[in-house]
């Protein structure tokens, strides 16, 4: 039987990747609902091709989606707004499957509802767990979600953890033979750049990944190492281990995708293309496998495999995701919006490059650490930080 699909943030780059995979397998999956934020027309051509049930949109896009609509005779898709039309696909009755590939904290809610309505969740919007670490994955369990997860690294990690990893206890030790997990990451487009270097890179620069194409928000934080930070509290919270059990290794090809070492000396890794549709594939079909346009891995042809430390002198965004996570409580949050507030004033060239670490760690050392145990003060402190962020961008800035 066929299973129906939300997919929310569509028009993205996970989003379109995910729509490839549906459309190579229409038997197996339909395209219940679909949401954008902006890009109305790319939106609309989605619905030509998909048909989906419902689209959501922000209010001030609503008019302009249903006369284009109306145009293409698709009227009879329902047009929900905002935030409450995201969880209401989200949470749907008639929706199997959620892809969670909103970028940033405003996916948090409506990813959070899709867990609670127990949904397969596959989740892209690292943002959304660095947030709610703990609630998202207590939700998870509560409400029977099966959280999958998308981005690559730690699709790779779910892939080399033994089967029932998932079953036994939560106590931030490694379990079942393993022992530490590797977390690749490519370093980004300047990995060889100088400090100096540094200081006068452009959004362009920065959105221009060696070897990924992805939305402009995570490829400047590839190019921070703000995302493997941000992937490093990600990976603690989905495989339920502490951040000491996490080692980041730069390997700058991306072919293998991460790691799990095991107590017997074993390294497990996974390694392909670097495509988002094989990750993305993955978490739809598992624990099957379904085919996708991505090509098998020629490794005469990537001969040479590349390892090195991360330099956290030139990328300090690293060491204070790391930091953050050993804080707990809502320092990931703040690491999170203050960081999401610096990305923005990057790519609108109000600040530097180096000014975004800058601008997060000032950010974390003005606030006081609370527990996070309450959704609504995970959502206060990712305001306050984030006036506090604009703040530093409006007197430091350029
Ligand atoms: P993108 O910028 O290409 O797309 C973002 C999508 O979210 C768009 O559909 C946009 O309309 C929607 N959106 C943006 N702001 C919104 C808002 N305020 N409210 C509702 N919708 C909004 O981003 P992307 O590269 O596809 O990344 C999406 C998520 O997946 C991010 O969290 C990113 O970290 C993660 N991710 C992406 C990749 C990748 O290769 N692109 C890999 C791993 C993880
Ligand atoms: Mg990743």
């Known amino acids: 039987m066929s299973q129906a699909v939300c997919i929310l943030g569509a028009t993205g780059s996970i989003g379109q990747s995910t729509l490839k995979i549906l459309q190579r397998h229409p038997e197996a999956y339909s395209v219940y609902a679909v949401t954008a934020q902006s ?22 896009k609503v008019d302009e989606l249903a006369q284009l609509l109306k145009q293409q005779q698709l009227s009879e898709i329902e047009i929900l707004p905002d935030e409450a039309g995201l969880i209401a696909v989200a949470e749907h009755p008639e929706v199997d499957i959620v892809m969670a590939a909103i970028v940033g904290a405003a996916g948090l809610l409506p990813t959070l509802a899709a867990v609670k309505a127990g949904k397969r969740v596959l989740l892209a919007n690292k943002e959304a767990l660095v947030m709610s670490g703990d609630i998202m994955m207590q939700a998870a369990r509560d409400h029977g979600a099966l959280l999958l997860p998308v981005d ?79 992937e490093l509290i990600e990976a603690c919270h989905l495989f339920a281990v502490k951040e000491q059990f996490v080692t980041v290794v730069v390997h700058p090809q991306s072919i293998i995708h991460s790691m799990v070492q095991y107590v017997d000396g074993s390294t497990l890794a996974q390694m392909g293309n670097p495509d988002m549709c ?3 594939a993955h978490a739809l079909a598992w624990p099957e496998r379904i085919s996708t346009h991505v090509a098998p891995l020629d490794l005469f042809v990537h001969s040479q495999l ?17 930091q953050a996570m050993q804080q707990g409580g809502i320092a990931p949050a703040i690491l999170n919006a203050a960081n999401e507030i610096a990305v923005a004033a990057f790519l609108h060239e109000k600040i530097t490059f180096i000014q975004i670490p800058q601008i997060v760690e000032y950010t974390l050392n003005s606030m006081d650490n609370r527990t996070a145990d309450q959704l609504e003060v995970i959502l206060q402190a990712d305001r306050q930080a984030r006036d506090i962020a604009r703040q530093f961008v409006v007197n430091k800035g350029s």
Request: glycine share 4%.
């Open 39 to 60: 890009r109305i027309a790319e939106l609309v051509e989605i619905c030509k091709q998909f048909r989906p049930k419902i689209a959501v949109v922000p209010a001030f």
């Open 152 to 230: 690559s690294e730690h699709n790779a990690i779910f892939q080399c953890l033994p089967a029932n990893y998932f079953d036994a206890e939560r106590n931030g030790q490694p379990k079942l033979g393993v022992q530490q997990i590797l977390l690749t990451a490519s370093g980004g487009p300047f990995l060889n750049h100088t400090f100096d270097q540094l200081q006068t890179v452009t959004p362009a620069q920065a959105c221009k990944h060696p070897n990924w194409s992805m939305g402009q928000k995570i490829s400047v934080d590839s190019a921070t190492l703000m995302n493997k930070g941000l």
């Open 278 to 280: 094989t990750p993305i």
């Open 306 to 322: 590349n390892f090195q430390q991360p330099d956290t002198q030139r990328f300090p965004a690293l060491k204070l995701a790391r």
